[in-house]
């Protein structure tokens, strides 16, 4: 899938897709309360009210550079808590190159934040040792967050996560460590999103009077745009997640703004009483 920008171009390169399965992640979004938001049916839930989610990166051209922002699970990966995560052997790199985008035309990868779901492709298995993917890229990480990985790093549902697909990019010296509203280029800048981790960042574009959004993972799903407090438990702190939604989405409805989540599609946030909803 693709969307423009202005002059910027996105193109969603999907890891693995979903329908339902998603309870772990959002458990307070029931097949009931989703079937209560129709607007949800049928780009983003079943008739059923199963949710409809992605693993997926986001490929972002721009005038001066090439961009992959955030980039999945990876292969051959271990001690990851969801089994279908680990040991994959998925044909992700393959599908880049078919859409146009091999590892070695990427200038820039920009994680949003460093979860298991955001990172795995940032490296691949070499000979038995993890050399980063994309060999001629600069790799963006926001400081906070880096230094929050960095700190729990020996937590064991961190540190696996962090030893593959991490901590080899900082070993390479390909790591770029940045503030939270870092301007990327002329078009790309960021924004301080905590809340789902500590410096989770989003990613505004603006080209010729247009405006996208990457949300990252504010959002695991539009059904968050309903109910601003069903966070994720993957959120590090819920309640800050829950503001940095109302915050974010406050921001942005009622406005032209592409916006395309770090698991679902592109639409636009309209206000909906107290809260909002996603329409394509």
């Not at 005038?63 to 292969?75: A, C, E, K, W, Y």
């Not at 790199?93 to 934040?113: M, N, Q, R, W, Y």
């Amino acid at each position: 899938m693709q969307w423009k920008v202005g002059r910027v171009k996105i193109t969603k390169v999907v890891e693995l897709e979903t329908v339902g399965s998603t309870r772990f992640i959002l458990p307070l979004a029931t097949n009931e309360e989703i079937r209560k938001l129709p607007w949800l049916i049928p780009d983003f839930a079943t008739e059923e009210g199963r949710l409809k989610m992605s693993i997926h990166a986001l490929v972002v051209e721009a005038p001066s550079q090439r961009i992959v922002v955030d980039t999945g699970l990876g292969n051959d990966k271990e001690g990851r808590s969801v089994p279908t995560w680990n040991n994959r052997q998925g044909p992700f790199l393959e599908t880049l190159t078919e859409a146009g985008f091999p590892p070695d035309s990427i200038d820039t990868v920009l994680c949003t934040h460093l979860h298991v779901d955001h990172v795995g492709w940032n490296t691949r298995l070499v000979g038995g040792q993890w050399v980063p993917t994309f060999a001629n890229a600069r790799y963006v990480f926001g400081k906070t967050e880096y230094e929050h990985w960095r700190d729990h790093r020996h937590e064991p549902e961190k540190a696996a996560v962090f030893d593959d697909s991490v901590k080899p990019i900082v070993d390479a010296g390909r790591a770029e460590l940045i503030p939270s509203d870092h301007r990327l280029c002329d078009e790309i800048t960021l924004i301080p999103t905590p809340g789902h981790s500590p410096g989770h960042m989003s990613v505004l574009i603006r080209s010729d009077g247009e405006e996208g959004l990457l949300t990252g993972d504010v959002a695991h799903h539009p059904c968050q745009m309903a109910h601003l407090g069903w966070s994720s438990t993957a959120d590090s702190d819920p309640v800050q997640s829950a503001a940095t939604r109302r915050q974010l989405f406050s921001r942005f409805a009622d406005r032209p703004t592409l916006v395309i989540g770090g698991h679902y599609n592109a639409g636009r946030i309209q206000r909906d009483g107290d809260a909002f909803k996603f329409i394509v």
